[in-house]
């Protein structure tokens, strides 16, 4: 049976996170990912599928070697669904700091 992934599902692993952290910054071999963890390579390369699979990762081939590396389109559609909390908890911060500058000029006083 193959299931059907979306972006949220993959990136609810902490592994595949940090995969995604890994390639963020560079392309990286799945050897050479899988050599930031005590994980079986295996397992490593059904994370990595699974990431290819969302879309989280694109893949490169390099003569015999295959390099994976992040897909920024697709994670735009995670940071555009956290982008209204962030400005909710934004705005939460700003009243607050505006309660407390408020508070120490009253208590200056």
């Known amino acids: 049976m193959n299931l059907r992934r979306d972006v949220f599902q993959a990136i609810a692993d902490p592994t595949r996170r940090a995969i995604l952290l890994l390639v963020a910054s560079q392309a990286m071999s799945a050897g050479a990912i899988a050599a930031n963890f005590d994980t079986a390579r295996p397992t490593i390369s059904k994370h990595l ?15 015999r070697e295959v390099y994976y590396h992040i897909n920024a389109t697709s994670m735009k559609q995670v940071a555009d669904f956290i982008e209204p909390f962030r400005k909710m908890w934004d705005d939460r911060f700003n009243k607050l700091e505006s309660i407390m500058k408020a508070y120490q000029t009253k208590n200056d006083a």
Request: aromatic share 0%.
């Open 49 to 63: 599928q699974i990431l290819t699979e969302c879309e989280l990762v694109g893949q490169t081939q390099q003569g």
